[in-house]
């Protein structure tokens, strides 16, 4: 059975730094791209990051790059995010996402992505 789990998030102040996790299970993580989105209060889901596996080639969201960084550990099945330098608008719950075979895609297009993680709470306030 295929499965996303992810976790991580907290509330932390602006400045701060967090790594998520997303675990997954029933599947070869090295045939995939795996990607980060989030969904802050009131707005669409939004593509922020994205990792090719096989290649090893990443895209970013304008406003992430330079801060996040996706990281993977085939060992352990696991994609990180790790988020420095947060903001208060960095607040919104975080889903991992994984799409079959493809490389990332600057679009980040939500409804290529064939499986998807249940998300984490990420909030940044003073």
């Known amino acids: 059975q295929v499965q996303l789990v992810e976790s991580g998030g907290g509330l932390v102040q602006p400045g701060d730094s967090l790594r998520l996790s997303c675990v997954a299970s029933?599947?070869?993580?090295?045939?995939?791209?795996f990607a980060w989105f989030r969904q802050a209060p009131g707005k669409e889901r939004e593509g922020i990051s994205c990792?090719?596996?096989?290649?090893?080639?990443?895209k970013y969201k304008d406003d992430v790059k330079g801060r996040f960084t996706i990281i993977t550990d085939l060992d352990r099945n696991v994609v990180y995010l790790q988020m420095n330098t947060l903001k208060a608008e960095d607040t919104a719950v975080y889903y991992c996402?994984?799409?079959?075979?493809?490389?990332?895609?600057?679009?980040?297009?939500?409804?290529?992505?064939?499986?998807w993680g249940q998300g984490t709470q990420d909030t940044v306030s003073s």
């Open positions: 029933g599947f070869a993580l090295e045939h995939y791209s």
């Open positions: 990792i090719h596996i096989a290649s090893s080639h990443t």
């Open positions: 996402a994984a799409r079959f075979g493809a490389y990332c895609s600057s679009a980040f297009p939500p409804g290529a992505y064939d499986h």
